[in-house]
């Protein structure tokens, strides 16, 4: 069913509708939290309070064809507002420990976690609103105009943020040791 | 993208993927929006309602303002109300405007009260002239998959000009008759052209389609009416599978 139909009859009270949208949107939500604080626990509050906060205002949105920008842009205000909050602004030294469990894994499995954490922690060293533009370009896979939109920002600011980050990305990410 | 871009790209997905989902984030998200301790509201506002008089029905309109074709009846209602109000206390104060006390917080059957708004309503002519006006609460009720609404409405005489009209099934409980019916609701956008054969299903009542949808989307409507102390009461969803044995049930609880 189209996100505008399932919009609109949550709009007109019908809650099962939203368990719909949820479901459809609800692990890319909770990941794009999880990469902007850099831990399950603050990304599980986010997504939470982001659809908290957009089942509450649905109201308010006008058109429901832009419910995932009116999503985004809800996520984005409830992230940057946590890390107010909790001066989530983190450097690198003081990352929260990444997910990793304790259960015995085959050495791939072992490198690809850390390879992950390694990753977390270079998007985390980026500026709160380069990380979101990063993460919403590479991850959500949203184009300039889109970001421009979810972070209300001019489409040019937008592209110099993804520059500055992409560049800062991959002299972390890219470098011959970054593995070892 | 480049060679570059997609390495990126790749290692940021991976490093998504190793954020495990959590188990029963939605029941925790359920949880928070029906929190009443908290006196929190749920912002949500019920759009336009549009109701065809002379077939007693209830259709709550997806979006803004609605047309209806309201086949044999050539009134329009409309309808204005507050935002959800999730606070059962609110509840039984706003009711006893009503000289009613069917506080009803669950039905045995398991719908849940999940919030209430009130407000006022107008009937109008094809016109625009306004015919009568009325206050009315609606009650929301859930039991997870399905949402039905109790609606009790006041000074509405020239609404109901005979609940009775197309009902489908009655049933009696003392001297109150409550009258049963189900009907079937075509969502369209508003350029949407009605066939001959649906015309001549708006014409007998069998049909009503309402405008503004955004694609064409069918529900089937159940709801019961009876009135009480002056008062026109009903209890009406969309889909619920609820027959009207089951529905008189639950209007008998209240």
Redesign the interface.
């Known amino acids: 069913m189209e996100d505008s139909i399932l919009i609109s009859r949550i709009q007109s009270g019908d809650a099962s509708a939203f368990d719909i949208i949820y479901e459809k949107y609800k692990e890319k939500i909770y990941r794009t939290a999880c990469l902007l604080c850099g831990n399950s626990a603050d990304g599980d509050d986010i997504s939470q309070e982001t659809w908290i906060s957009a089942y509450r205002n649905i109201k308010k949105l006008k058109n429901p064809e832009s419910f995932v920008p009116y999503l985004y842009s809800i996520l984005k205000r409830c992230a940057f507002k946590r890390f107010r909050k909790r001066k989530l602004e983190i450097p690198t030294e003081t990352l929260p420990e990444f997910d990793i469990q304790n259960v015995p894994s085959p050495l791939s499995e072992v490198l690809q976690r850390e390879r992950s954490r390694e990753v977390s922690r270079a998007i985390l060293s980026l500026e709160k609103r380069q990380r979101m533009v990063v993460i919403l370009y590479y991850y959500n896979e949203f184009n300039i105009d889109e970001i421009s939109a979810i972070m209300n920002a001019p489409p040019g600011t937008v592209k110099s943020r993804l520059h500055s980050a992409r560049n800062k990305l991959s002299s972390l990410i890219l470098k011959e040791d970054f593995y070892e | 993208m480049n060679k ?2 997609n ?3 790749s ?12 188990e029963n ?2 029941e ?2 359920h949880e ?2 029906s929190d009443k301790k908290k006196g929190e509201v ?6 336009t309602l549009v109701k065809v008089a002379a077939a007693a029905l209830v259709l ?4 803004g303002s609605v047309g209806f074709a309201a086949g044999r009846a050539s009134q329009w209602y409309s309808w204005g109300s507050s ?2 109000n999730a606070d059962f206390s609110d509840y039984e104060k706003s009711i006893a405007v009503f000289d009613e006390d069917a506080v009803l917080k669950e039905f045995s059957n398991g719908f849940v009260f ?1 919030g209430f708004s009130n407000g006022g309503s107008a009937v109008k002519d094809e016109n625009g002239n306004t015919l009568g006006n009325g206050s009315r609460i609606d009650v ?1 009720y ?1 039991n ?4 039905i ?1 109790y609606s009790i409405e006041k000074g509405s005489s020239t609404v109901y000009d005979d609940i009775s009209s197309d009902a489908v099934a009655e049933y009696k409980e003392g001297d109150t008759i409550f009258y049963f019916h189900e009907l079937k609701n075509k969502f369209v956008p508003t350029d949407y052209e009605m066939t001959p054969e649906e015309k001549v299903l708006v014409e007998s009542g069998k049909l009503n389609v309402g405008y503004g ?3 064409v ?1 069918e529900k089937t409507s159940q709801s019961i009416y009876w009135q009480k102390d002056g008062n026109i009461h009903s209890l009406f969803g ?1 889909d619920t599978g609820l027959t009207g044995e089951k529905l008189f049930e639950m209007a008998k609880e209240l």
């Open positions: 570059n871009n390495f990126i790209k290692e940021i997905e991976n490093a998504a993927e190793a954020f495990p989902f959590p984030q939605l925790s998200i928070k929006l749920v912002e949500m506002k019920k759009s709550v309109a997806v979006s935002d959800l999940t929301t859930t997870g998959e399905n949402s609404v949808s955004s694609q989307e969309f």
